[in-house]
């Protein structure tokens, strides 16, 4: 089945701590996103590569890094710079032109301990 | 900057009655707009898209949307409610003239559906 991957759906994190959220794609999407949701506030955009080796910043990068390595794969590491990472993280990716929808995984639900 | 308003938190509607949920949008040119649901501890789901054309848009399960230039509104609509559709709505936008493949988001609607 085609679809996008999240891993792991639930993740626990001690303050201090790097991690990395897993997003894996095998509908050969170009452009993939990082999206944080946090009740009341909808989905921010943390950041989106449209390309291999190339990404953009989104609205909050800050305390975020990311990788394009493989087409397939777009992994997220909230850092310990960022102040408050206890958050839903969703991964999405489109074909990569402006008139079509994006797919997104299940999820990852990240928890600072 | 593209930007995206859902003014409304929740919704609460009657089954069998139509339901409404608001969306605004700002862009700088013409605007790309999208329609997702999402179920609780889930991802989104695609409903609905406006590129060009027919201002009157149908999606899954029973939904429109409406695009509106001049009120610069991309409401989602549905003549009958189900229980079922009680879920999380959000509008999305890209707009081709400055920002690229970028999607920005709304807050999103709380949609409740009751007997």
């Known amino acids: 089945d085609g679809g996008i991957t999240q891993s792991p759906k639930y993740l626990f994190r001690k303050e201090g701590q790097n991690v990395t959220l897993s997003c894996e794609q095998n509908?050969?999407?170009?452009?993939m996103y990082w999206y944080r949701q946090d009740p009341g506030q909808g989905l921010r955009l943390i950041y989106y590569?449209?390309?291999?080796?190339?990404?953009q910043k989104g609205d909050i990068a800050e305390g975020y890094s990311v990788s394009r390595e493989k087409k397939e794969s777009f992994p997220l590491t909230v850092t310990s710079a960022q102040k408050n990472p206890t958050a839903f993280y969703l991964c999405?990716?489109?074909?990569?032109?402006?008139?079509?929808?994006?797919?997104f995984g299940q999820g990852t639900r990240l928890t600072v301990v | 900057a593209q930007s995206v308003a859902q003014p409304e938190d929740q919704v609460n509607v009657a089954e069998g009655n139509p339901l409404t949920v608001k969306c605004t949008y700002s862009?700088?040119?013409?605007?790309?707009l999208f329609w997702y649901v999402q179920y609780p501890n889930r991802g989104l789901q695609f409903l609905l898209k406006?590129?060009?054309?027919?201002?009157l848009v149908k999606g899954s399960y029973g939904f429109e949307a409406e695009f509106n230039k001049s009120q610069t509104s991309f409401h989602l609509k549905k003549p009958s409610a189900l229980v079922s559709d009680s879920a999380l709505y959000f509008c999305?936008?890209?707009?081709?003239?400055?920002?690229?493949?970028?999607?920005?988001f709304g807050t999103g609607t709380q949609l409740k559906v009751e007997l």
């Open positions: 862009v700088s040119g013409n605007p790309y």
């Open positions: 999405a990716s489109s074909v990569g032109d402006r008139y079509t929808e994006a797919f």
């Open positions: 406006y590129i060009t054309g027919d201002n």
């Open positions: 999305a936008v890209r707009d081709p003239a400055g920002g690229g493949n970028k999607l920005t």
């Open positions: 509908l050969n999407h170009d452009a």
């Open positions: 590569s449209q390309i291999v080796n190339d990404f």
